[in-house]
């Protein structure tokens, strides 16, 4: 056994033995002790805008549930501490993160954005039997049983987009692709051409740009040479889909524009026009969409949170500015179900009948075929439009239900990437 | 706060204050033969105390920065020995990088034992920088700065490319750990930070004791002249590109023993890892740390380390670290515009004007 597991169930048995002392209060009691969430990912550098602003909502969800006197889990009630550490999306200060995280602060969940980081936590968390989040889920596989992908099933989703268009413009007949060369970019390019072939739409080109471009315009004019119907951003950092779109706004570009994402679309706007970004589909709504206020979604006042977010952090509403803390939500009804704040329990409570309270409903756990392991909770997903400005929900879409049909051939196009679990060095 | 206080702040300390004070023995000209040997055996059973000492009283994490903390004492050193004969180059985590991919594939394709396979890819590496010598000489100064940033993006970007064998954008993962082994009545676990703080430490003192004896020998003068007067050394009968050449080779085997470190500690390797963001760190660390003596770079790589992550980080400011870090810099180029290493003889200086004359 490692010192940092000894350290963590140390932990873990002193908090246990606290909370069994004490009687369970009412709703709005004092809470007995505080559990601590860690929140490893990077605050800093490139990859930032995939972090930070998740760090900010977790730390609106914390503060909401302590205002209520905590979170009632196996009859103690605990106050919920976020313990944040920036990895910089760098492997070795993930492991030193995780380290202290573990080890040092006595956290009883680890969430990260996952990708490039992953693999230098996993020996850790494994040893230390460390429940973690991934927004990742190309992170998964059989080596990884300690981590879930509950909240985005990255970039599985991203077919709900091409199916939508597939339905509502038929006309449009042709796309090209240009994608970041990365972890990131390229499962997301696997997910494109399986889409798009499933729906009839060809691809013309597919062109991979490195993470250290700056100047988007010969990316932009190879993807318009071949005058495309559609034109697929993929899923790229923040400043580049900004600067993607510039170009095709300032190259003339008036075809349909799809993206995985639009963080911080009002400068995309800024930057080009109300007109040009009219139309633009992609995947993350913003929370204050009434189509949110349905009775399946499982997140609490979602438009609350989003006024509480927005009023605190302007302009600091991103993609993932949600997703860390509806996993939250998902590790709290685990932990409840547990009746336990030990992550193997919880673990066990999240996956408990195959289903979860997924923020858009009902979802499975699900990821075999694909992951080589169910730790992925895939249910509906939103389809965003920009329209007059705004980003709005104009439907979900079932994922299970397309791979169902389809689901052979996103497993060919993951191969031909070299994604498939057990094609990874 | 994270940090775990007064101790930790005291390692850090003293961590800072051995090779500061091993850079004045070095560069102070006013002590005697005997005084400064008495000084050197003190000093280095002081450092070794500590050293030894350091991971016992770190917390986990700290643990964690100090096995990192060997391996870039490595890389800083190395790069360094490539300084003496005043090129700079931007390739010289790429080659780190070349030692970490080398090891991985030794070890995880062919199954070559991990200390052979650690050794043969610093072999590899010094390789590559021996074919890579042959366009980048052709240049010098600034030009050559920019070729061997190219250089090493080439080698980069075939690294992001080839998802047969190097991953692609990915990398390599569930790279074998270094083994491990039973000594007497002791277990070495390798995966355990302070296990292979020891290991990593060894291996850097090792080398860098190897990198001080080449800069004091015959090669190390001739490294010296092709900086400060290459066409003389020349006229004279050097063979500038082959000094040049060596420093090369020998620097950039070094920092892939270095990266092959890495890789079996992280059991993952990846080429962002090994980008341009990763080679500033080792340009700031060296210069804020001074080249004049082989501590000055090691001084800025424990100093800024000490400062980037642990004051700042205990400090609470993760996402303001960059603001912080980057107004320490301007400070220390201000203040200490050729390096920390010269402090104490700057304080020494200080404090000599302060007393009375005579």
Redesign the interface.
């Known amino acids: 056994m ?3 597991s000894m ?1 963590r169930r140390n932990f873990l048995g002193a908090t246990a033995l606290a909370g069994a002392a004490t009687v369970a209060g009412p709703h709005r009691a004092r809470a007995d002790d505080t559990v601590k969430i860690g929140f490893l990912a990077p ?3 490139d990859v ?1 805008a995939w972090g ?1 602003p998740g760090l900010y909502g977790c730390e609106i969800w914390a503060e909401q549930k302590n205002a209520m006197g905590g979170v009632e889990i196996g009859g103690a009630t605990y106050n919920v501490e976020i313990v ?3 990895n910089e ?4 200060k993930a ?3 995780a ?2 995280l573990i ?3 006595g956290v009883s969940f680890i969430e990260m954005l996952g990708g ?1 980081t992953m ?2 936590v996993t ?1 850790i968390a494994n ?1 230390a039997e460390m429940l973690v989040s991934t927004l990742l889920p190309s992170d998964l596989s059989p ?1 990884t049983p300690f981590l879930v992908a509950p909240a985005e099933v990255h970039p599985i989703y991203n077919l709900t987009g091409v199916w939508w268009m597939a339905e509502n413009m038929p006309d449009a007949k042709t796309a090209v692709i240009c994608a970041q ?3 990131i ?2 499962p997301s390019v696997a997910t494109y051409l399986a889409a798009f072939e499933a729906h009839g739409v060809e691809v013309k080109d597919t062109i991979f740009f ?3 471009t700056t100047d988007f315009a010969p990316v932009m004019t190879a993807m318009l040479a071949h005058k495309p119907d559609i034109l697929c951003l993929d899923t790229a950092y923040a400043e580049f889909v900004n600067e993607l779109c510039k170009q095709a706004f300032v190259q003339g570009y008036g075809g349909q524009i799809v993206s995985c994402t639009a963080d911080f679309y009002a400068d995309i706007i800024a930057n080009t026009s109300e007109e040009f970004m009219d139309g633009v589909i992609f995947q993350f709504p913003d929370f204050d969409d009434p189509a949110l206020n349905d009775p399946r979604i499982n997140f609490d006042d979602p438009n609350g949170f989003f006024q509480t977010y927005n009023e605190r952090y302007p302009g600091q509403w991103g993609a993932v500015s949600w997703e860390y803390a509806s996993i939250l939500d998902l590790w709290l009804d685990g932990a409840r179900k547990a009746g336990s704040i030990e992550p193997a329990a919880v673990l066990e409570g999240m996956k408990q009948g195959g289903k979860g309270a997924h923020a858009f409903g009902e979802a499975d756990w699900w990821g075999e075929e694909l992951f080589g392991i169910d730790n992925a909770l895939v249910g509906d997903w939103p389809v965003v439009q920009i329209q007059n400005g705004k980003a709005v929900i104009v439907e979900f879409k079932n994922i299970p239900e397309w791979w169902s049909e389809h689901g052979g051939t996103m497993i060919e196009h993951f191969e031909e990437m ?1 994604e498939m679990w057990y ?3 | 706060m994270s940090g775990g206080g007064a101790v930790t702040y005291t390692v850090w300390a003293v961590l800072i204050a051995l090779p500061l004070l091993a850079a004045w023995l070095t560069l102070d000209p006013g002590l005697g033969g005997a005084r400064r040997r008495i000084w050197w055996a003190v000093l280095a059973a002081a450092g070794a105390a500590a050293l030894i000492a350091a991971p016992r009283v770190a917390t986990f994490s700290q643990q964690e920065l100090l096995v990192f903390l060997a391996i870039n004492a490595l890389v800083v050193a190395s790069y360094r020995l490539l300084a003496l004969t005043g090129e700079f180059s931007l390739g010289h985590v790429v080659m780190m990088g070349v030692g970490a991919y080398a090891t991985a594939l030794f070890s995880k394709r062919l199954g070559v034992p991990v200390p052979v396979s650690m050794l043969l890819a610093a072999g590899v590496t010094g390789l590559v920088a021996f074919i890579l010598a042959f366009p980048l000489f052709r240049m010098k100064g600034f030009y050559f700065l920019i070729g061997s940033f190219a250089a090493g993006e080439a080698i980069r970007l075939t690294w992001k490319r080839f998802q047969d064998p190097f991953g692609g954008p990915k990398g390599v993962s569930r790279i074998p750990g270094f083994p491990d082994m039973e000594v007497g009545p002791f277990e070495l676990l390798f995966w355990e930070p302070v296990t292979y703080y020891y290991l990593a430490l060894a291996v850097a003192a090792a080398s860098i004791w190897v990198l001080w004896r080449i800069e004091r020998s015959h090669i190390g003068l001739v490294f010296h002249a092709v900086h400060w007067q290459d066409q003389l050394a020349g006229a004279v009968g050097v063979n500038t590109w082959r000094a040049r050449a060596t420093a090369l080779v020998v620097a950039s085997a070094f920092a892939g023993l270095a990266g092959a470190l890495l890789a079996h500690y992280l059991t993952t390797v990846n080429p962002n890892r090994f980008d341009v963001d990763e080679m500033v760190y080792v340009l700031i660390w060296v210069i804020v740390g001074g080249t004049a003596t082989i501590w000055g770079p090691i001084v800025g790589l424990i100093a800024l380390t000490a400062i980037n992550e642990v004051v700042l980080r205990d400090a609470g400011v993760d996402e303001l670290r960059p603001m912080f870090y980057g107004a320490v810099l301007i400070l220390a180029m201000l203040f200490l515009p050729e390096g920390l290493e010269t402090l104490p003889r700057r304080v020494a200086g200080w404090l000599g004007r302060g007393r009375p004359a005579g």
């Open positions: 490692s010192f940092a350290n605050l800093t550098g930032a930070l944040s550490y920036d999306y760098l492997p070795d492991r030193t993160g380290q202290k080890a040092e602060d490039d693999p230098a020996p040893r080596d060369d990365d972890a970019g390229r490195d993470i250290s070299g094609q990874r060095a």
